[in-house]
């Protein structure tokens, strides 16, 4: 948590989330400050992406809520959202960029649906970008003649195009050799210098953690494990925690009474549906 409300960003509080009948996110509560890189990591399923996407302000929880530049995300009208959105970037796992456009106009994309500006203006700001993020001159190419570390840069190009205050990653580093993957943690620290900004990192990468975080937020089973800076992180007692941070796997005790539920059914409500 942050020492005072007035300088959190992004502030989450008591958020609950399900998929149908299944328990997401229980009781979720953490603040992001203003400038601060907060990393979240977790084993898969932890939730971590669901809690990701709540912050984005893309999904409902089923209770709780979710702040972000002082907007309760959860009352704001139509007009306060599109107003929101303008101050977020988004840099996807996979680029997610439009294959038929050119890498300037996935950049100048944002600029188009919320701009009035010239396209002169929108190309010089387009190569701004694209000087941040070493790839000055590329704004011609199609994505399909990039590297998969070009295709992450030119994404955080388009992300930070219209010079967002929060800078959302979903697994920046993910499928990149360790080089590449460390010259774009580089990169995030740049961009966050340069642009003032608050950044949210999701991450199952231990060196992107130790290298960018001001603070870790670790999940497990829906629940917050952790939350603290790195230094913190490394001295921590918990054998879920070292056992994350070691890369060793957990052994597991099979509850027989649970497994026989789940065999028949009576786990997942099934024998409980009239069936004999």
Request: charged share 25%.
């Amino acid at each position: 948590m942050t020492d005072t409300d007035t300088q959190a960003v992004i502030q989450v509080c008591d958020l609950v989330t399900h998929y149908g009948p299944r328990l997401i996110l229980e009781g979720i509560s953490l603040d992001v400050a203003e400038g601060e890189i907060m990393v979240i990591m977790g084993g898969s399923g932890s939730g971590k992406s669901t809690l990701l996407r709540h912050m984005m302000a893309l999904e409902v929880p089923t209770s709780g809520s979710v702040r972000l530049i002082g907007l309760d995300v959860g009352s704001a009208d139509i007009r306060q959202m599109i107003e929101l959105r303008k101050s977020i970037g988004v840099a996807f796992q996979g680029g997610a960029l439009f294959s038929s456009m050119t890498v300037g106009e996935n950049i100048m994309l944002p600029l188009f649906e919320h701009t009035d500006l010239d396209r002169q203006t929108m190309e010089i700001m387009v190569r701004m970008k694209l000087e941040l993020v070493d790839l000055a001159g590329f704004e011609d190419l199609m994505p399909a003649e990039l590297s998969g570390g070009m295709t992450k840069r030119v994404a955080f190009a388009r992300a930070v195009i219209m010079d967002p205050k929060l800078l959302f990653c979903d697994e920046p580093s993910a499928g990149l050799d360790p080089v590449v993957a460390s010259a774009l943690d580089d990169l995030i620290l740049r961009l966050r210098e340069a642009m003032n900004m608050t950044v949210v990192v999701v991450t199952h990468e231990l060196e992107s953690v130790f290298k960018v975080a001001d603070r870790v937020t670790v999940l497990d089973k829906g629940e917050i494990l952790f939350i603290g800076t790195v230094d913190e992180l490394r001295g921590h007692e918990s054998e879920r925690i070292q056992n994350m941070l070691n890369r060793q796997a957990e052994d597991h005790v099979v509850d027989a009474d649970e497994y026989l539920s789940r065999l028949t059914g009576e786990d997942s409500g099934l024998a409980r549906e009239g069936t004999p």
